[in-house]
């Protein structure tokens, strides 16, 4: 008799937390640090592998045999190598220090670092054909493939990580990747207009990008936070509905059929 009361305490204490999680300002810094660490990593694996086959790639980009417009076969496989390297490494490191950012968080790091291999893998074959077909045409299109192949794989590391830990707002995660990006890119397209020097901003873009994916990580973050305890209202759930979704019924709909239900019920009742 005295064992009922007590059937009811585990139940408090497995309920799951309503809303977005808080982000402080440290966090923001230590996340914004951590992602240009991880292009930092790839940009150095750049360099490296710049300096090792800058005797080739030279005779690549000015040989005589060549018109100024065509790109050297030999030159693709070096790019190829070396955008594969650099997107690759960036992708994996980047994602790695920001889940040591919040540890308790970020549990299943094996499992988001052999997603980001396998996404590589798939990104390199697709964009494959491309450098290929570039080859007898002119380098702007190579430098747009590599640096498209850069961008989605940035996406894609960005949004593994998120995904995989936070199943609950994975809008959220898209926002964020999508202005780190954006940013990203405008300011990219800024700096090249106005010193219209490619090589830098090629030695420059991986840490800027994951910087700001580390920024964007905590900041949409936090102003979220600050619109859901304002307004109340948990919009980037994915629970949250606006208007009224094809296959979903209508509250009032549902109300209908309970009453509709309770009322054979009763009749049934009364037949016996």
């Known amino acids: 008799m005295d064992q009922q009361p007590v059937e009811n305490t585990p139940v408090v204490e497995q ?13 923001m810094v230590l996340k914004t640090f951590a992602g240009f660490g991880g292009g930092i990593a790839g940009t150095i694996v750049l360099i490296v592998i710049f300096l090792a086959t800058s005797s080739i790639l030279q005779p690549a980009l000015g040989g005589a045999a060549m018109s100024p417009d065509e790109v050297s076969p030999l030159f693709i496989v070096v790019l190829l190598g070396m955008v594969f390297a650099t997107s690759l490494v960036s992708s994996m490191i980047g994602p790695l220090f920001l889940a040591y950012t919040e540890r308790e968080r970020y549990t299943r ?8 291999f396998i996404m590589n893998i798939v990104i390199f074959a697709f964009v494959l054909p491309v450098y290929l077909t570039a080859s007898s045409t002119s380098l702007q299109i190579t430098a747009f493939t590599a640096a498209l192949q850069v961008i989605l794989s940035a996406t894609a590391g960005s949004l593994i990580l998120e995904l995989l830990h936070d199943a609950r707002y994975p809008l ?3 926002y964020e990747t999508v202005l ?8 990219g397209f800024l700096f090249f207009t106005i010193t219209n020097n ?3 901003l090629m030695f420059i873009a991986l840490p800027m990008i994951w910087g700001f994916i580390g920024f964007f990580h905590a900041a949409v973050t936090m102003f979220y936070y600050w619109i859901f305890t304002t ?8 629970e949250s509905q606006f208007g ?25 009742f009364l037949n016996q």
Do not use: H, K, N
Not at 15 to 25: L, N
Not at 180 to 187: D, K
């Open 180 to 187: 780190a990006l954006l940013t990203s890119i405008a300011i």
């Open 172 to 174: 959220l995660a898209v």
């Open 231 to 238: 307004f109340g209202t948990d919009y980037l759930a994915t």
């Open 109 to 116: 790091i094996s499992t988001t670092l052999g997603q980001i």
């Open 15 to 27: 309920e799951e937390s309503y809303g977005p999680r808080p982000m402080s300002f440290f966090t």
């Open 198 to 200: 490619a090589t830098i």
């Open 244 to 268: 009224t979704d094809y296959g979903i019924p209508e509250e009032s709909e549902e109300v209908e059929e309970d009453e509709q239900v309770e009322d054979v019920e009763g009749s049934d």
